[in-house]
């Protein structure tokens, strides 16, 4: 058995400890087919609830495409909430989390790994979301800017996935209190993120406020490139709000770096990282 | 010049502080861990015996980075666990018995690759050595079964490739062969020897509390109980010691009542322990001369106690930690849980 191992430094182990995370998100999560009907069939339901409501108080038909989109973005805030925020925590009650610390990987590169990985199942499941309702209840796109539809979608995720990231280090340090701060974030985000109407209609500065959430501004500039009369509902100028997501990404990305290796040595201390003992 | 030692601590301690009252905000503290040192030499197979609760994991914890020491410092292949732990993190690895490490719904070798990838082994050397360890330790025909599917003992060997597949210079294993089946065992045993022996740079540190498998696989063993380590040397060695006490072992009519206290009272009866059996006791008595039995079998009589079995038998680890403590582990454990709740 004795052989001599090659193995990778830097940004070479940084590439691979990424890849070795997202592995399980990408392939892992599509490999129980339960997915379909729980990722895809309940969110539509949902959807459907907003859009009958909607076609009955008669509201602009692109109402129906809006709840669609949100119902679609839900997929990420949900990813967000129990797969990054909170997945340190589940790591740690599994065993991963000390064995993720004590090798000589990069924590930065595993939430990444997390990151990415969530992001592309996550698309899969959103992706399908779009296209089930858009064949259900016949919604029209008209994409005025693709190349800005784009940079909208990248920079939201981006920047989602930061703020994910830098949560989670947060929750490194907690225990099953962990589960409640989720379940505490997920709905009042639906809300104040508009998540099925348009952000405007909210007052000026809960919407600024929420616009921290970058869900918010994202998907309101996409409702914006993507439906005739989204314009006219936006609440801010789109290249205002690729500018506040760029922003933001930068801010959440930094922010994860430093706030990461703080609450690791944290951790260390205090004898978290393994155990309940508090 | 490297040092000789891929182990070092000196004076390590570690408290932990629990919340004992949440609403009164009593602070009570735990001392896991204390004045703790020991040298482990490169290429050494050491082992760390004793009940649960004395402060192995505790020290394993603070070895491979995740613990910080509350005092004095650890030193694993050269560099110090608490400032250099970039520099260590590459050198180790580690495996805990009844671990649930890995994700459920990637196969076994999908799992393996996984860590592989977070010590930078690149994809085909990860997939060969993967394959030659499943092999080794009968697990090739489950390389494509989902982790979620093995049973413990299965889960419990591929955590134990996970270890060694990264050929680290030092491993730690925290109660390896927990779960696993007799045979099994063995097969684990007889593995981590020819690993250590196989290249002289790497050291392996083991705990147990299976007197056995400290005796048959280490070359030294530091006995540890409520934190401290009470002794550290060859399991030969610490056997030596008691080799001026001659040890037998009685399986007699229940002892009805009559306790240990008027044979321990005997002149050359060093200790006594009692296990009560089915029907019977069962009695260890460790004499200073050999010639004290006589008074043991008098004393046996005179009670009307009708000896069924007596058997001279050769000192152990256990009989090591029963000088030591004085107590079996298993009866520590008990007092430890006791005290605890």
Redo the contacts between chains.
């Keep these: 058995?004795?052989?001599t191992?090659?193995?990778?430094?830097g940004w070479?182990?940084f590439l691979?400890?990424i890849?070795?995370?997202a592995?399980?998100r990408v392939?892992?999560?599509q490999?129980?087919k339960s997915w379909i009907f729980f990722d895809t069939f309940l969110p539509l339901l949902s959807v459907s609830a907003y859009v009958f409501v909607y076609r009955a108080l008669g509201a602009p038909e692109e109402y129906v495409g809006f709840v669609i989109v949100g119902g679609a973005m839900t997929a990420f805030w949900m990813n967000i909430l129990w797969s990054m925020s909170s997945q340190l925590y589940w790591e740690k009650e599994?065993?991963?989390l000390?064995?993720?610390?004590?090798?000589?990987?990069h924590l930065m590169a595993?939430l990444l790994g997390m990151a990415i990985g969530g992001l592309v199942a996550t698309a899969l499941r959103a992706g399908a979301i779009i296209l089930v309702g858009s064949l259900i209840f016949h919604v029209q796109y008209a994409v005025t800017n693709l190349l800005q539809l784009l940079a909208v979608f990248l920079l939201s995720m981006v920047a989602l996935y930061g703020m994910g990231m830098m949560t989670s280090s947060l929750f490194l340090l907690l225990s099953r209190e962990a589960w409640h701060i989720a379940n505490l974030a997920q709905e009042p985000v639906y809300l104040v993120s508009g998540f099925y109407f348009p952000v405007k209609n909210l007052n000026f500065w809960v919407a600024a406020c929420a616009s921290l959430i970058p869900l918010t501004l994202g998907l309101d500039a996409m409702r914006q490139l993507v439906f005739p009369s989204g314009a006219l509902l936006g609440f801010l100028s789109v290249p205002v709000e690729i500018g506040a997501l760029t922003v933001l990404s930068v801010v959440f990305l930094v922010g994860a770096r430093l706030l990461l290796g703080k609450m690791e040595r944290l951790a260390?201390?205090e004898?978290r990282?393994?155990e309940s003992?508090? | 010049m490297a040092s000789d030692f891929s182990i070092e601590t000196e004076e390590l301690g570690?408290v932990?502080?629990?919340?004992e009252n949440k609403k009164k905000g009593q602070a009570k503290e735990?001392v896991a861990l204390s004045g703790v040192n020991l040298q482990v030499r490169r290429g050494e197979l050491f082992g760390l015996l004793g009940p649960n609760g004395a402060g192995k994991t505790t020290l394993i914890?603070i070895l491979?980075?995740?613990?910080?020491p509350s005092t004095g410092w650890a030193r694993v292949a050269g560099y110090d666990v608490l400032r250099e732990t970039?520099k260590v993190?590459?050198c180790?690895?580690?495996v805990?018995g009844g671990?649930?490490?890995?994700?459920g719904?990637?196969t076994v070798r999908?799992n393996l690759?996984?860590?592989?990838?977070?010590?930078?082994?690149?994809s085909k050397?990860a997939y060969q050595?993967i394959d030659?360890?499943l092999a080794?330790f009968g697990l090739a025909d489950r390389a494509k079964t989902k982790s979620s599917d093995l049973s413990t003992g299965l889960r419990q060997k591929m955590n134990i490739i996970?270890g060694?597949m990264?050929?680290p210079e030092v491993l730690f294993l925290d109660e390896p062969t927990l779960g696993l089946d007799v045979g099994a065992s063995r097969d684990v045993r007889g593995f981590v020897r020819?690993?250590v022996d196989?290249?002289p740079t790497r050291t392996l540190l083991l705990t147990t509390h299976y007197m056995v498998e400290a005796d048959e696989l280490c070359d030294r063993v530091a006995i540890i109980n409520k934190g401290r380590v009470l002794a550290c040397d060859t399991p030969a060695a610490l056997k030596h010691q008691l080799q001026k006490e001659a040890i037998f072992n009685l399986e007699v009519s229940p002892l009805n009542g009559l306790g240990t206290a008027p044979f321990e009272a005997l002149p050359g009866v060093s200790k006594v322990l009692h296990t009560p059996l089915d029907g019977h006791s069962q009695v260890q008595f460790f004499l200073a001369e050999e010639a004290a039995l006589a008074g043991v079998v008098d004393t046996l009589t005179r009670n009307n106690i009708r000896i069924l079995n007596l058997q001279k038998r050769e000192p152990t680890l256990e009989d090591v930690f029963v000088t030591l403590v004085g107590r079996s582990m298993s009866e520590e454990e008990k007092v430890d849980n006791g005290n605890n709740n």
């Design positions: 058995m004795e052989t191992i090659k193995k990778n430094s070479r182990l691979q400890t890849m070795g995370r592995y399980p392939v892992g999560m490999r129980g599994t065993g991963n000390g064995l993720f610390i004590l090798s000589p990987a595993i260390i201390r004898g990282l393994t003992r508090r | 570690r932990y502080k629990l919340r735990l914890k491979t980075t995740l613990l910080a970039v993190r590459p180790i690895n580690m805990s671990e649930s490490s890995g994700y719904l990637l999908e690759w996984m860590f592989a990838q977070f010590y930078g082994i690149p050397q050595r030659a360890l080794a996970r060694f990264t050929d020819r690993w196989e290249n």
